[in-house]
């Protein structure tokens, strides 16, 4: 399964990401040690083209990030889990013809990210989107 983000971009009726079930099973956990999280994606050399994984409030963004998508992943309950996914205008400008699926795998990922300890690391997966259909 997959779950698909809200969409927040203006304009766009299409969400442009998705966690795997193991991203979701994973953001649960480290939700439960962290409190709430949030992505952003940032671009550039070393762990920049992973995305990156928070504490709310430890990474701030700005007018040059764009929110993409927002999860809720509470199950079943009144608690709400809300995850926002950020990423760099500037990526996003070259990554704006697709759509991403957050997914983990074994390995070492950055160390500023919070499921590093853990001996995996998130990982984007992308296709292409297309303006008559959504996902190609």
């Not at 991203?23 to 995305?51: E, K, N, V, Y």
Request: aromatic residues 10%; negative net charge; glycine residues 8%.
């Amino acid at each position: 399964m997959v779950y698909e983000s809200r969409v927040t971009i203006a304009g766009e009726s299409v969400s442009r990401v998705a966690l795997s079930d193991e991203a979701a099973a994973l953001l649960r956990r480290l939700w439960t040690i962290h409190g709430p999280l949030m992505f952003h994606q940032s671009g550039g050399c070393c762990d920049g083209s992973s995305p990156m994984c928070f504490p709310v409030g430890d990474f701030q963004t700005s007018s040059h990030d764009v929110l993409l998508g927002r999860f809720d992943l509470a199950e079943d309950g009144p608690d709400a889990m809300p995850i926002e996914f950020w990423m760099s205008r500037e990526q996003f400008d070259y990554w704006s013809h697709t759509h991403l699926t957050v997914d983990v795998v074994r390995g070492r990922g950055s160390g500023f990210s919070v499921e590093a300890p853990e001996g995996v690391r998130f990982l984007i997966r992308s296709r292409l989107m297309d303006s008559a259909m959504p996902f190609v």
